[in-house]
Nanobody, 123 residues
Framework: QVQLVESGGGLVQAGDSLRLSCAAS????????MGWFRQSPGKEREFVAG????????AYADSVKGRFTISRDNAKNTVYLQMNSLKPEDTAVYYC????????????????WGQGTQVTVSS
């Protein structure tokens, strides 16, 4: 079992930056690939970024590539999402998720989810 708690969301203006954090419980954090997803009203949950067990492999949605950076600190059981040059279309609830083994882009491959943190970007 893994419990995930996100933090760092908020209301910002277009062009600003935010850093989301996701703290995981348990001693086996390094056994899980981690992902960030987002969901806005009326839309399906979408992949934002993912990182492999050791942080050596990362993946990004095309819409955030070059603006967002995912990282993890296995010693702190934490995964981060640095979001720069935010746009109004980035507004959503952001969720972190964990799955044992390999990195995947699809939300249904992930077993554990946080409660989400709201990010709102005003124009």
């Amino acid at each position: 079992q893994v419990q995930l708690v996100e933090s760092g969301g908020g209301l910002v203006q277009a062009g600003d930056s935010l850093r989301l954090s996701c703290a995981a419980s348990g001693r086996t954090f390094s056994s899980y690939a981690m992902g960030w997803f987002r969901q806005s009203p009326g839309k399906e949950r979408e992949f934002v970024a993912g990182v492999s067990l050791d942080g050596g492999s990362k993946a990004y949605a095309d819409s955030v590539k070059g603006r967002f950076t995912i990282s993890r600190d296995n010693a702190k059981n934490t995964v981060y999402l640095q979001m720069n040059s935010l746009k109004p279309e980035d507004t959503a609830v952001y969720y972190c998720a964990a799955r044992p083994g390999s990195l995947w882009r699809t939300y249904y491959e992930y077993d554990y989810w946080g409660q989400g943190t709201q990010v709102t970007v005003s124009s």
